[in-house]
């Protein structure tokens, strides 16, 4: 096929918008099929909306393009999130996002590559995802093809040695044409990142390990699209971006709470959490 055109990015306006509509499709997916992290799908919602809006090549009628770039959803524990996103940039019908989490559904909790169109490889087994996106990156190096691979990383992953290993895998290899973005959110499953295993100073460990690291407020559309469309950051070096993030975003009674990793949603809450995503609160 003719490659498709591609843009660095529409508008962040847009991307913003997407975001808050992939919220909303996050709130009714855990609760109507009982299944958490919804906080975790909060945090990455702006990400996904930006990556989806302009920065991935990617085609929602040929997802199989050769040429396409790939992404890899690290924490596949935010599922949910890369569903919605899918569903509205046309890989698959929205009215599929009903049965996510559900007894027969394609769509599971940790996300899935089975018969869901855009979804390179099923992950939520926590310290795989970047080896399989460097694997990937030097895969298409070795065939000269010129697609990027995009990885996306929870914080709490980061205290994976397999993730250190891509790390030094990938920077060895001088692979830019692979980004990882750490949403860091700076909680993990029972309490935060700080007292599980603290990553600071984690710009510079990326840095020292021979990347080209930045960090970015990763609800900041304009921001992550500027710095996503800068890609590679550095010639002949992996980029990396921390993304601060606020765990639970859009929901006040959510944001910064641990308890919303495995929390589900409902009556007042559900109620409650929908009228502030949808502007009536």
Known sequence: MSAIKFEAFTAAEEASELARRVRIHCLRMTNGGA???????????????????????????????????????????????????????GFFPLERLTTHYKDGSDLCGHVSHKNVPGVEVSTGSLGHGLSIAAGMAYSARLDQRSHRVFALLSDGECDEGSTWEAILFAAHHGLDNLVAIVDYNKLQSLASVAATLALEPFVDKWTSFGWSASEVDGHDCRALAQILSRIPSEKGRPSCIIAHTIKGKGVSFMENSVLWHYRVAAGAEFTSALAELEGDA
Do not use: M
Request: with cysteine; charged share 15%.
């Open 35 to 89: 299944g958490s992290h919804i906080g975790s799908t909060f945090s990455c919602a702006d990400i996904l909306s930006v990556l989806y809006s302009g920065i991935l090549r990617v085609d929602a009628g040929n997802p199989s393009w050769p040429d396409r770039d790939r992404f890899i959803l690290s924490k596949g524990h935010a599922g949910a999130a890369l569903y919605a996103v899918l569903a509205e940039q």
